[in-house]
């Protein structure tokens, strides 16, 4: 039994969409959510300023003394996961792509069209590709950045119009040219616009990280007996630059749980 919280982060407010699903599974687990809303998007940054904000939000975690890493972001797991799991051998550290990579390799066979979408690090590291065709070679594989919706989701700019047309910019010709019938959302702020997509393309099974890697957390508790015997303080989420938006969204991400819910504007040196 491990009763210390489980640290989660992302670029921005994308990760807190892994959460609101553990913490139905998980009710007694307590989360420190750090998202880096004054650095937001990475998607489009070198990897090498991936890695220098990422090690220090990770090492900010460690500091308040989680029990486990979660990195609910795919570009800094497509690029990081290995430095940082060097970095901190001693605390389990999750990345988001492999269990949903596992998620497809079980539901697609050869004939399937598979379509991956996510930032440009994301999809340019091809993270997805090999951990996928590692557990299957057949797969077809079709893979695209989506750079423009990140900083949409960030504002807040969902149901309207914009949104859809934008989506309807990338994925017109994409889902129609490859024939595309199963469509990753690899990047954890899509999962914001899925009701937006399955409208615009209602024929297409959609794989979602976010829900995928709720299993292995609890798969990695139950391996090293960290499960928490009760929720002892409030959730936390730190942000870089706590804005209205991001206090918006978690509270609409919460607002039919009982969780309780601290915010904190991070004011530290990052
Ligand atoms: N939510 C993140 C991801 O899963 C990062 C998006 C960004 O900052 O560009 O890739």
């Known amino acids: 039994m491990d009763n210390r919280p489980i640290g989660f982060f992302d670029s921005g407010l994308g990760g807190l969409t892994c959460i609101a699903q553990l913490m139905k599974c998980l009710p007694k687990e307590r989360i420190i959510y750090f998202g880096d809303t004054a650095r937001t998007p990475y998607g489009s940054k070198a990897t090498s300023t991936i890695k220098t904000f990422s090690t220090q939000i990770a090492d900010f975690l460690i500091q308040m003394n989680v029990k486990m890493i979660v990195i609910a972001c795919n570009t800094v797991s497509s690029t990081c996961l290995d430095d940082l799991r060097e970095r901190y051998p001693n605390t389990p550290i999750l990345g988001i792509i492999k269990p949903a990579a596992q998620k497809v390799a ?39 950045a989506c750079p423009a919706l990140v900083p949409l989701i960030e504002e807040g700019i969902i149901e309207n119009e914009i949104m859809d047309l934008t989506i309807k910019y990338y994925l017109d010709h994409f889902i129609a040219y490859h024939k595309i019938d199963t469509l990753v959302l690899g990047c954890t702020h899509y999962p914001l616009i899925r009701a937006n997509i399955e409208k615009l393309y209602p024929d297409i099974s959609i794989v979602n990280p976010s829900e995928e890697i709720v299993e292995s957390i609890i798969d990695e508790l139950s391996a090293k007996n960290l499960f928490a015997e009760k929720a002892e303080a409030d959730n936390t989420f730190y942000a870089s630059d706590l804005s209205e938006n991001f206090v918006n969204m ?16 991070f004011d530290g040196n990052l």
């Open 106 to 144: 079980k539901m697609c066979n050869k004939n399937n069209s598979i379509g991956i979408i996510g930032t440009k690090v994301t999809i340019k590291s091809k993270a997805f590709e090999e951990l996928i065709h590692q557990l299957n070679s057949d797969l077809k594989l079709h893979s695209l």
């Open 250 to 265: 978690i509270n609409r991400i919460f607002e039919l749980s009982e969780f309780r819910v601290a915010f904190k504007n």
